[in-house]
C-alpha cells in the first residue's frame, strides 16, 4: 500500500510502497478514503523535520537533555547509536481520515466491516491506504455525511475540545483569535450554541470567510478596541486562541479583551509568556485544551480500549469525533467549505508543496485515496512486500537466513546493526507491526522483504533463524510457532511472561527431543569480553563467591507499557532476568533459593518504581545480591559488579573496565562491551550445529526464578518445589 512518510534526520518526504499494517485484538482495519493535510500541525513537524541537527537540537531542548543523561548512562558510542537509529525512523504523517472499516480485532463488538468512520491520532489516521486504529479513536458516521467532511473530524475534535473549556453559555460572548481551520469551526461551534463570536485574524480572506460562517464581526487590526466595541464595553466573557505563532501577542492582548474573571483558552500553539499583573487584577482563568478530550495520552483509553464511564466523564475524545459529526449531519458545521486544494494520494506529496508555498496560503488540504471501495470489500491485503531482488547466487555453506520480528528501539538501534555486520548473515524478512516501520526498516538494513504477518516468516522454508524482538507478551507464543517451523530462536528477554507459558515451552522442548532448533535468549552479558575476563580471574576457585551487582536503571515514564503486568510484566520480569542469568551463568551452579523485596505503592502487585533487592544462595554455596534502582542520579554509571572469593576480589565498571584486588587478573578489553556481538556469533554457531549458548535447563530455572522472585516481593513464600 501507499504512505506518505517523512525522514525526521533529513527533512526528506516520500510515498512508500510498504505492507499493510497488522491490527491489535482492540483495532479495525479502515480503508481510507479521505485524510486531511493540517496546514497547522503537520507543517510544523515537516519544519522541524527539515531543519539542520542543530536547529533540532534549540528547538527540542528536552530532547537533547534525554541523549546527554543516555550518554551518561551508556556511554556516547551506544547513545549515539540509538539515538541516531530513532533519527532515522520514519515519520507517518497525517491524523485525521475516514474511510470504511475492512476488518475489526477480537475485542471490537461495536463496529462491523463495511461501517463507515472517522477516525484520528498521530501514528494511526495517517495519510495511508489501510489503517489500523484503535477503537476509541473512531467514530461511526451518521447517514449522509461524506467522506470528505468525515475526514476533518479529528481537527473538528481539536476545536469541539476548546470550546467546552471555554464553558460558555447561551448568549455569552467570545474572541477567537486565528481564523485557520480549527479557528473556523470553532466559529462555528460557538454560533451553533447560541453564543456571539468576534473573529479575528491578519488575513482578509479569512476574516471574510468567517463572516460567511456566522461571526458576528470581524477584526484584522485594532483587536482590542474592536473587542471593547462587539461587549459594550463590559469586555467578554472568553478569548479562545487558535492561531498558529510564536508570538505572545495574543496572550498578551487577551486579558485586555476579557471581563473580569472571564476565561482564556489556549487551543492553538501561541506564545505563553503570561502577563502575571494584567491576569491577576482581573483574576482571569487561564485554561489549556487537552487536544481531542479526555482520553487523550491514555494507552490505556487509545490503545487498550478501555472507556471512560460516561457519568464521570461525559466527553472523550471518541465522543467529541462523534459530536462533530452530527454537527456536520445537521448542517450547523460544514468542513468542505473550508476545503482549498485536492490532490489523489499518487500526488499526495504536492500538498506538503503548497504548505511551503510562500505564495498560497492553504487551508484545507484534502487527499483521496482512489479505489478504496474496491480495498474495503474484495482487494487481498498485501501484507508481504519485496524491498530488494534475490540474486540466484550459490549459498555459502556456513551462511544464515534469517528472519526478525520487531522493529523497535532496541532492534533498530542494537540487534539490526550488529546483524547487518555479520558476513555471513542473510537478511531474509522484517516484521513489524507498522507497514511503514517493517518496510523502510528492512530496506534500510537489507532485508530481502518486509511483512506484518509473522506467520510469513515462520512459513518461509527458506528461513533459517529467528529473532524475536516484539513486546514481552508476544515472546511464549512465537518462540514456539518458531520452534514447531522448525527454525532456530533467538528471543529478546525474557523468554515469558508466566507460569502457563513457561510449562508450554518446556513440554514443547521436551515433544520436540534432542534434535529441536537451538533456543537462545537475549542474554549478552553472559558473552561480554568483561565476563570473559572476570571469568578467567576466578578459574580454580575453591571457595564459594560472593557477588555484589548493582544497577542504577532509571525511571520510565509510569505509562510505559512495560509496567502493564499483562504486556511487559514489569521491570523485574522485563530487565532484572538480565542480571539474575548473569550470576547463574559466573557462579555455574544451580539457584538454591531466592528472595525479594521490592518497593510498592498501595498496590502490593505493581511496584510505583520497580526498584527491587534480590538475594540468591547457589548450591555450591555462592551468594549474589542484585540491587535494581531506578531513582538514582544519573551520574552513576548504569551497572557495576563486584565479585569475591578466595582472597580474591574484582570490579566490573559499567562494562568498561576491571580493577582487580589481591592479584592482578585477566587482561580485559578496553571500552563498553555488552556482549551483543559475541551473543549472535554464539547463537549462529548454534544454529549450524554446535551447542546452546546457554543451555536449555539454565534458561528454563532462570525464569522459575524470576516468578519466585516476583512471588518472593508480593509475600507468597519462594520455597521452590521439587
Partial sequence: MKQILQSYRTGELWLADVPS?????????VATACSVVSPGTEKMIVDLAQKSLLAKARARPDLVRKVIQKIRT??????????????????????????????????????????????????YASHAELLAVPRNLCAKLPGGVAFEDASFATIGAIAMQGVRQADLRLGERAVVVGLGL?????????????????????????????????ADVVATADVVERAREFSGGRGVDAVLLTAATTSNRPIEEAPEMLRHRGRVVVVGSVGLDVPRDAFYKKEIELRLSMSYGPGRYDPNYEERGLEYPIGHVRWTEQRNLAAFLDLVADGAVTPTRLVTHRYPIDAGLSAYEALQSEEERPLGLLLSYPNASARATDEPLQRKIPLRSVTAAARAPTSLRWGVLGAGGYAKGVLLPELAKMADAQLVTLCATSGASAGETGRKFGFASATTAAKEVFADPSIDAVVIATRHDSHADYVCAALRAGKHVLVEKPLCLTQASLQQIESLLDELGPDRPALAVGFNRRFSPHTVALTQGFTGRTTPLVLNYRVQAGRIPDDHWVHDPAEGGGRLLGECCHFVDWCRGFVGAPVREVRALGTFGTDVNHPTSDASVLSMTFEDGSIAAITYATDGHRSIGKERVEVHGGGVSAVLDDWRSIKWHGHRGAAAPRGQQKGVSEMLA????????????????????????????HASMRGAGSDRAD
Fill in 21 to 29: 499494517p497488522r491490527i491489535s485484538p482492540d483495532s479495525v482495519l
Fill in 74 to 123: 551508556e556511554g556516547l558510542g551506544s547513545a549515539l547509536q540509538k539515538t541516531f537509529a530513532k533519527l532515522d525512523t520514519p515519520i507517518p504523517l497525517g491524523y485525521s481520515a475516514a474511510g470504511t472499516v475492512v476488518a475489526c480485532g477480537e475485542k471490537v463488538h461495536e463496529l462491523c466491516p463495511g461501517d463507515r468512520v472517522a477516525c484520528g491520532g498521530a501514528g
Fill in 182 to 214: 480549527l479557528g473556523l469551526f470553532t466559529v462555528q461551534m460557538l454560533r451553533a450554541s447560541g453564543c456571539r463570536v468576534l473573529g479575528v485574524d491578519l488575513d482578509p480572506a479569512r476574516t471574510a470567510l468567517a463572516a460567511e460562517l456566522g
Fill in 682 to 709: 554464539a547463537f549462529a554457531a548454534a544454529a549450524r550445529g554446535g551447542e546452546e549458548p546457554i543451555p536449555a535447563a539454565q534458561l528454563l530455572e532462570g525464569q522459575r526464578v524470576l516468578f519466585e522472585a
